[in-house]
């Protein structure tokens, strides 16, 4: 069973900043494509961002449209760890972020769906205040 842990998650203002973390235990890490989700109350589960290495530089990443030009994934195969910079942190950014792992992905295809990921962190609190 493959585990993943978040951290990195907290309190900050409107207009600031967070760096989210996750490490996978998966041993071919760099194999799967992972991404970060989100959950406000009362909402569905909503995707934000995915990463795939595709072989040496080369990664693919996708974003929801509301975090692009805030919001950075990247990865670091060597530590087993993915990140989601976050930044101009709005208050509907306010949510539960969870990181996850698919077997999905490939050239000009990253997954979105939540059903398209096979594990899943226990997830992080997120809160802008304004």
């Known amino acids: 069973q493959v585990q993943l842990a978040e951290s990195g998650g907290g309190l900050v203002q409107a207009g600031g900043s967070l760096t989210l973390s996750c490490v996978c235990s998966?041993?071919?890490?760099?194999?799967?494509?992972m991404g970060w989700f989100r959950q406000a109350p009362g909402k569905e589960r909503e995707f934000v961002a995915a990463?795939?290495?595709?072989?040496?530089?080369?990664?693919?990443?996708d974003y929801t449209d509301s975090v692009k030009g805030r919001f950075t994934i990247s990865r670091d195969n060597a530590k087993n760890t993915v990140y989601l910079q976050m930044g101009t942190l709005k208050p509907e950014d306010t949510a539960v972020y969870y990181c996850?792992?698919?077997?999905?992905?490939?050239?000009?295809?990253?997954?979105?769906?939540?059903?398209?990921?096979?594990?899943w962190g226990q997830g992080t609190q997120v809160t802008v205040s304004s």
């Open positions: 990463i795939r290495w595709s072989g040496g530089l080369i990664y693919s990443t």
């Open positions: 998966e041993r071919t890490f760099s194999s799967y494509t």
């Open positions: 996850a792992s698919s077997r999905y992905g490939g050239s000009g295809y990253l997954p979105r769906a939540p059903n398209d990921f096979s594990s």
